[in-house]
């Protein structure tokens, strides 16, 4: 426990669920990435799973949330990686969300930037490899 932290970090709090909005532009996927709240990553929208809400609703939510993007959320997850935080693992259950509604206002707009790429670009940008893998996977789909 770091010393400023009065309580440890819940273990469900390692419990997270995330999404790869995606839509359809000229026969081509696009996905939407966001900027971690420092701005200084690109990620996916995602969080912990919320307490009486499934991983999948619990997606769709943060998506809302952290990139003012609504659509269809896929039934099973695509896939699920891995990163460090609060001094432990947290495990993420990745769904796809096919946009339908963008929100030119949203929660975390002042604090978060979204942007529109290839799936190339996406795999490019993130950091955690088996994000990138599920990206890359997701292109090979699309030819």
């Not at 273990?11 to 081509?28: A, C, L, N, T």
């Not at 200084?40 to 003012?68: D, L, T, Y």
């Not at 693992?89 to 509604?101: D, F, Q």
Request: glycine share 6%; net charge positive.
């Amino acid at each position: 426990m770091v010393w400023w932290r009065k309580k440890p970090v819940p273990q469900w709090f390692y419990r997270q669920s995330g999404v790869i909005p995606y839509r359809v532009e000229k026969d081509k996927i696009e996905v939407l990435l966001i900027t971690s709240r420092r701005g200084k990553r690109w990620i996916i929208p995602k969080g912990v799973v919320e307490p009486g809400m499934s991983p999948a609703e619990s997606a769709a939510k943060e998506a809302r949330e952290e990139a003012g993007v609504e659509g269809e959320i896929s039934a099973a997850p695509s896939g699920e990686y891995e990163y460090p935080k609060w001094e432990g693992i947290c495990k993420v259950e990745v769904y796809l969300l096919k946009v339908i509604t963008i929100h030119p206002e949203w929660p975390e707009k002042y604090f978060r930037e979204r942007r529109w790429m290839s799936l190339e670009e996406a795999a490019r940008l993130v950091r955690e490899p088996e994000l990138k893998n599920l990206f890359w996977g997701l292109l090979e789909k699309q030819e």
